[in-house]
Structure formats: structure tokens, C-alpha cells
């Protein structure tokens, strides 16, 4: 085991596999220079793999990821960069009529071995066009896998089986995790500002080699009797904070996190509320027609009798500070939710 | 053109230029947060277009929407304080920066790149509609014009006949890829492509871009369909403050030390990688600034340009005091 930092691991993960497979490629912007500030002591892959496989694109989100559909069908790999999650909304097509078709249209002959790896996530003011979450919108559409890590270990791990997994994955870097992220688009090398970040998300222990983590599997971070709290991402380590407090409270919480939003792991789901029978969902995507609701609807599905509450993001996400935290899912926030499922 | 009008666009730029370094002072003290596209290098460009707006035009700017704002009249107080994040904002602290609305302007913003060129011929295909003899203006970069969005506003706003200002940025850099890397053909033929009449010009020369706009703007209200500018300029500040290539370039043990660290990989990426760091900084020339070029033309009164400095130096000054106590509570707005 080695200690390595969120991005750091997302990246390591990339490079083994490039290392392993020619066909994995990457395309995007600046993914020349991205991660310079971060470079020592190792290069980024531009230097270490040239820019035959890491190719740098104008800014055409709808051109360079439609064709890296084309390209996957081909026989590559590749792993495409849109910066923020927000301009996936500018690339839309591409993934909707098209990454996420091809294998049903071609009767389950045709595969689209595609990463589509973006920055998601708010927390240091950059407002609603370029914090968004996104993951519950996608994964409304049948044939994309959903990859949301919350730490290290685990951003390795699922980077690499979203590279070798012949469907197409959409793979979610919270800013707040990714130093280099929060470093260009937050602090911009300032000391003058600071940020809620997650300690165990930003830096941890890794395996010296990366192996596949299988997309749909749950992680359970604390087990408890009382309530179960579900998320992803940020929301993990927000959660895991409101479980502690809440523990002073003499209220029991087990904490999930999913890793990924498509495919849900519904046995992993199902074996914690049968146990608690109280469920609160921290999302900081939308809270409407979301994660948070078809949670509620699977388990329902399933013939489960439980509480039940969530607390996610409602709104667009406003650009003061002051109002951003009040709109993103915060600890105060999920133990008052826990707190009043609890006692219904 | 009368001389009267050169000074009064180097006023224009000004205090579009010193509102600007109060924002950055406020931005490094951590006051505003997130990024912070500066519009530092693109001065005369935006003055040579905005002055020649009348009520009634419409605006749809890019990430870069300081400038515009500041010299279409909008208060500068109001900008500060949507900056502050404040409630009293232009925006109600909900938009920042990125974000920059005036309904009364028709002044429109976006962070997405090359959607500027779809919201202008929107607005321009309203003002038609309603026969107002009016214009709009889409200001982006020259990375927008490898945007679908953008390409297909301007084919749109030709065969329509709609009166639309395209107006390119041209810094040479798509945030920090180097544009022509990316990029076929020469931008001017692909507005050429579309019918679409096209200038290029020097747009650290205020009085240069101020003449193709007014003659493009003569056409516009002649409805003779829309038109299209390619500006050369060089931000000051590179894509946005604490710009990593920059700050390489500031600190030039950095690079050493990054050079030294690398060497095992020697080759053709990392060459281009270390030119990238070098070209960025051979842009930030003082020949370059709008700013200085305009003051080396009008260099002959130099006791007028002086005066003018203190003048703007001092309504930014109070333009900062009055919205910090806003800030504060310590005023009411009114």
C-alpha cells in the first residue's frame, strides 16, 4: 500500500492501463497541460505517453465526443476529458443518441468501450453552470454506467474497470477531492481562500498495483442499527461526519457509499434498510426526479417498509458562498433530516 | 474619426482597466471566489464596439463579461457587489462574474463557450420581429469558432438576414491550447462561407477596431445582414487569474526546476509542453496592452491623459469604498 492523493490515483489508474493496453487513448481540452502545477515528481501523461495518445482537442465538446463513440466502436479505448460536467449538456447528443444506443440498436453486437471523465461538484464558488452534479440526469438513460468515487483507493480502482468495461461510463472527479481541480478552478493559487474539503477523500491509502473495483458494488463506510445513510461522492464524507455527531445523539447510523449511481447495488441497498428500516439519501445532484427518488422507488419495489427522508441540492447553485452552502447538502443539514426521520 | 472620440474611448477603457485591477486586488484577497476571467488586453476591442451601441442594442457576451458591462453605462457599485456575492448585486449575489445579467441593457452572459453566438442572433431575430432597427452583438473568443453553437448561429443570422455584430476575440490561446494547433483554415473565410461579410483587424488599436465596427455597424442598420469581426488581442492575464501557465512564467525556478525533474522524458511532448510555457509569457508584452498603445498616441497632451487618470483613479476608488460599506452595512444602497 501506498498513501496517493484522489486525482493522483484517477490519473495512476489511467496510466497503468495505458501502459497495459495501446488502444486506450485520451482526448480533450488542454489535456496537454492539465495537472501541470501538480507535475513533479511525475510527468502527466502527455509527456510520459505523447500526443499520438493523448490528444488535445479544440473546444468542440458535441465534434470530439461523438467521434470518440466512432472510435470505440473501432476498436479503441478511449477516454475522453469534458472539463466540467456542466458542458456535457453541450456534448448531449453524443451521449444520448448515441453512446448509450449503439450496443441495443446493434442487437447487443456493437460495443462503445468509452470514458467519459469530467469535474463535477461545487463548494468554492463558481456557480451553477460550472458546479453541477449531474449523474442522477444521465443515468436516467438506459445503457451508461455511472461512476461517482468518493476517495482515492476507490478512484483508482473504478477508473480502471470504467477503462476495461465495454459500455459506455461516465466518471465524476468531485473538485473538492481533485486537488489540481480545486486548485485551477478554486483557489488559483491563492492562500486568501479556503474550502470544506475532505481529508479522507483528498489523500489515502492505495494498492501498489491497481486492480478492477466491479461497477454496481456499494461500500460500506459504517455500519449502524438505526438509520442508513446513502450517498456519493462529497456527500459520502459529508455523511460519515453527520454519522459521528449523530452517534453522540444515541442515534446509530450506517453509512453507504455507492460508487456508483448506474448500476445501483439494490442486494447491498436492500440487506442495510431491512436492518434499519429509516433511510435518509445525501445528494448533491437535483433533488427532483433524482438518485434520491428512485432510490426510494426501487426499495419500495422491492416490498421494503421503511422511513424515509433526503437532503440534496434543490436549486440552481448560486454563486455567493454564503448561499452555495446553504444549497449543497452540509452536515447540519443531513443530522437534522436523520434526526427527525429518526423520530417519526 | 475626431480626436475627442479617441479620448473619450481611452476613458472608456480605463475605467474598465482600473475597475478591473480592483477586482483582481479583492479576488487575491480572497473576497471573490472562484475563477475570474479578466478582460485585461481585450479593452479596445469591447470600447470600439460599445461605444457605438445605441438604447435599444442588445449584448450577449462570453466568461469575459466585465468590460462589456462596465462600459454599456451599468453600475459599476452593482457589479462589485454581485461580485461580493452580495444581495444588493446586479444579480442578487446569485450569478458572480460568469453570470452577468441587465434586462434593461439586453445585456445577456454565459460560461459556456460559443453559446454567445446563438443568444445574439436570438435577440437580433427578436428586435427584427419587432421592427426596432436594432442590433445585437455576440462577443467570444476565437476557441468558440470551433463551437457547432456557433457556426450554426452565424449560418442562421445569414439566411435570416438578421442584424448581428460577430465579434472574435482573437488571443491566440483556447484556454491554454494553442489556437492554430487546433484550429483549420482562417477564421474570416469560414464567416466568408456563411455570407457573411468579414474584417479582420488590430484589436489593441482602439482606433482601428472603433472604424471596421463603424462601418460594420452601418450595414447592420442598413439590414444588409450580419457581419463579422476578427480582433487580435493578448490577455493580459492569461485565461483567468492564477493561471497556471502563468504562474510557471512568474516563477521561473519553477520551470527549472520542472525542466530538471523531467529530463528522463526528454522528447517531442515535453518540448512542447516547455514551449507552451515560454510563448505565454513572450505575449505579455507592454506593445500589446490596448491601454498603452492608446496613451502612446495621445502621448502629445500628455497634462489631458493625466488628468484623466486621476479622474478615473478616483471614481474606481470611490466606486470600491462606496461598495465595500454596502458590503459592510455600513450604507444603505440607495
Redesign the interface.
Known amino acids: 500500500m501506498t498513501k496517493m492523493g484522489f486525482a493522483q490515483a484517477i490519473v495512476s489508474a489511467i496510466e497503468q492501463a495505458m501502459a497495459e493496453d495501446e488502444n486506450v487513448i485520451i482526448m480533450g481540452e488542454d489535456v496537454h497541460v492539465l495537472r501541470i502545477p501538480k507535475l513533479l515528481p511525475k510527468p502527466n501523461l502527455f509527456i510520459r505517453f505523447g500526443k499520438e495518445r493523448v490528444k488535445y482537442t479544440p473546444i468542440s465538446e458535441s465534434g470530439f465526443v461523438g467521434a470518440a463513440v466512432t472510435a470505440a466502436m473501432a476498436g479503441l479505448r478511449p477516454i475522453v476529458e469534458v472539463l466540467f460536467a456542466d458542458f456535457l449538456g453541450v456534448t448531449m447528443d453524443a451521449i444520448l443518441n448515441h453512446a448509450a444506443k449503439i450496443s441495443f440498436f446493434s442487437g447487443n453486437k456493437w460495443n462503445v468501450p468509452l470514458v467519459i471523465r469530467t469535474a463535477c461538484g461545487g463548494g468554492y464558488g463558481d456557480a451553477g453552470q460550472h458546479e453541477q452534479s449531474l449523474w442522477g440526469w444521465l443515468a436516467h438513460i438506459p445503457g451508461l454506467s455511472i461512476v461517482v468515487p468518493s476517495n482515492p483507493a476507490d478512484a483508482g480502482g473504478l477508473m480502471l474497470s470504467s477503462i476495461y468495461e465495454d459500455n459506455p461510463v461516465i466518471y465524476f472527479e468531485h473538485k473538492m477531492l481533485a486537488d489540481y481541480w480545486l486548485d485551477y478552478m478554486g483557489s488559483g493559487g491563492r492562500t486568501t481562500v479556503s474550502f470544506d474539503v475532505p481529508e479522507k477523500g483528498l489523500e489515502g491509502e492505495v494498492p501498489d498495483k491497481w486492480e478492477s473495483i466491479p461497477l454496481g458494488k456499494l461500500n460500506k463506510i459504517k455500519g449502524g442499527n438505526d438509520i442508513t445513510l446513502i450517498s456519493v461522492g462529497v456527500g459520502v464524507h459529508r455523511s460519515i461526519e453527520a454519522a459521528n455527531i449523530l452517534e453522540e445523539k444515541g442515534i446509530s447510523a450506517e453509512v453507504l457509499d455507492l460508487r456508483c449511481v448506474a448500476p445501483l447495488d439494490i442486494e447491498g441497498l436492500k440487506k442495510s434498510v431491512s436492518k434499519t428500516e429509516a433511510v435518509l439519501i445525501v445528494d448533491e445532484d437535483y433533488k427532483n426526479f433524482g438518485l434520491s427518488g428512485e432510490i426510494c422507488a426501487i426499495l419500495l419495489e422491492e416490498g421494503l417498509s421503511f422511513k424515509y427522508g433526503r437532503v440534496c441540492t434543490e436549486n440552481t447553485i448560486p454563486y455567493s458562498r454564503e448561499l452555495e452552502d446553504q444549497a449543497l447538502p452540509n452536515t447540519k443539514r443531513i443530522i437534522d433530516k436523520a434526526v427527525n426521520i429518526v423520530k417519526k | 474619426m475626431v480626436e475627442a472620440e479617441v479620448w473619450q474611448l481611452y476613458r472608456d477603457m480605463l475605467r474598465s482597466r482600473l475597475f478591473e485591477e480592483a477586482v483582481t486586488d479583492l ?4 473576497k471573490i ?4 476571467h479578466l478582460g485585461t488586453g481585450e479593452e479596445a476591442i469591447i470600447a470600439g464596439v460599445v461605444s457605438q451601441l445605441e438604447e435599444g442594442d442588445a449584448m450577449a457576451v462570453d466568461h469575459r463579461g466585465t468590460p462589456p458591462f462596465i462600459m454599456r453605462g451599468i453600475d459599476p457599485v452593482l457589479i462589485l457587489l ?1 461580485f461580493l ?3 444588493k448585486g446586479l ?1 442578487a ?4 462574474h ?2 452577468l445579467f441587465s434586462k434593461e441593457h439586453l445585456a445577456a452572459s ?5 453559446s454567445s453566438g446563438p443568444a445574439a442572433t436570438g435577440f437580433a431575430l427578436a428586435l427584427k420581429y419587432q421592427k426596432q432597427k436594432k442590433i445585437a452583438v455576440a462577443f467570444f473568443g476565437e ?2 469558432m ?4 456557433m457556426l450554426e448561429s452565424m449560418n442562421l443570422a445569414s439566411v435570416w438576414n438578421l442584424p448581428v455584430l460577430f465579434v472574435c476575440k482573437d488571443n491566440d490561446w ?4 494553442v ?1 492554430n ?3 483549420g483554415g482562417k477564421l474570416i473565410d469560414r464567416a466568408k462561407g456563411f455570407g457573411i461579410e468579414g474584417y479582420e483587424v488590430d484589436g489593441t488599436d482602439v482606433e482601428a477596431v472603433w472604424k471596421v465596427v463603424n462601418e460594420a455597424i452601418s450595414k447592420l442598420r442598413n439590414n444588409d445582414g450580419p457581419q463579422f469581426i476578427h480582433a487580435h488581442c493578448v490577455h493580459m492575464e492569461g485565461h ?6 502563468l ?2 512564467h512568474r516563477n521561473p525556478t519553477m520551470l527549472v ?2 525542466a530538471d ?2 529530463k528522463q ?1 526528454a ?4 518540448d ?2 516547455f514551449l ?1 510555457l515560454r510563448k505565454i509569457g513572450g505575449q505579455l508584452k507592454k506593445k500589446f496592452d490596448p491601454l498603452v498603445v492608446t496613451q502612446k498616441k495621445l502621448k502629445d497632451n500628455a497634462e489631458r491623459l493625466k488628468q484623466i487618470e486621476e479622474e478615473v483613479t478616483k471614481e474606481i476608488e470611490q466606486v470600491v469604498y462606496k461598495t465595500l460599506e454596502i458590503f459592510k452595512g455600513g450604507v444603505k444602497d440607495d
Open positions: 479576488w487575491e484577497k480572497g471566489s472562484g475563477e475570474l454581485e456575492g452580495h444581495s444579480c449575489g446569485k450569478g458572480g460568469m453570470h454565459s460560461g459556456i463557450v460559443g476557441g468558440a470551433n463551437q457547432g453553437m483556447a484556454v491554454s491550447t489556437t494547433n487546433v484550429t483567468f487569474l492564477g493561471d497556471p501557465l504562474r510557471y526546476e520542472a525533474s523531467l522524458y522528447g517531442e511532448s515535453l512542447e509542453v507552451l
